[in-house]
């Protein structure tokens, strides 16, 4: 009889053993992941028609549509100009070259024909908006930004979104036959962060 129990107890602590060696096997799975990049689509006007008809009653005076930038991404976007002279700039083939200054050089209304014919301030400005965040509120005028050191950033617009931006300009009133002029707008798209 003892040695049946011996049996019985060696089965008993050998079944155990196996049990819980079944209990602790291991199984691992690897997950793998990967995440494409982002595309920016942006577009933004090819061209934009302002005129100036000093003629008129100041209020229609400067006549320009709103610029309306189109994030056609599904991220945010930030929406700015780089660095250079040459991204917001006059045209080297506009027929008429007026040089660019800022609105308080000048008292506008009182210039005559040839300072009228000489001077031109020219900037774009953010209009309130479906901005996501809006950086810059005070308008940007060519001459400032040709010194600028830096990209100058206008905002961020949210993804499958737009938002506005207007020319604003400062002129003289006396014009002795009619002018034509280009400027050009290098615009630039990146992630917002």
Wanted: with cysteine.
């Amino acid at each position: 009889m003892l040695k049946r129990k011996s049996i019985i107890l060696f089965i008993v602590i050998f079944s155990c053993f196996f049990s819980s060696t079944a209990m602790a096997a291991v199984s691992v799975t690897t997950i793998n992941g990967s995440v494409s990049p982002t595309y920016i689509n942006v577009s933004a006007p090819a061209k934009i028609i302002f005129s100036i008809n000093p003629n008129a009653e100041k209020t229609d005076q400067f006549i320009s549509p709103q610029i309306v930038i189109e994030n056609h991404s599904n991220a945010p976007v930030k929406v700015k100009l780089e660095t250079g002279a040459e991204n917001f700039a006059q045209s080297v083939e506009s027929k008429w070259k007026p040089t660019d200054v800022l609105p308080k050089e000048y008292q506008w209304d009182m210039l005559g024909t040839e300072d009228s014919e000489s001077y031109l301030a020219l900037g774009l400005k953010t209009v309130l908006g479906s901005w996501r965040k809006l950086i810059r509120e005070d308008p940007l005028y060519v001459k400032e930004q040709n010194k600028s050191a830096g990209s100058i950033e206008f905002g961020e617009l949210n993804g499958n979104s737009s938002a506005q931006l207007v020319l604003v300009c400062d002129y003289g009133l006396s014009f002795s036959e009619k002018k034509e002029c280009d400027y050009k707008i290098v615009w630039s798209f990146s992630l917002a962060d």
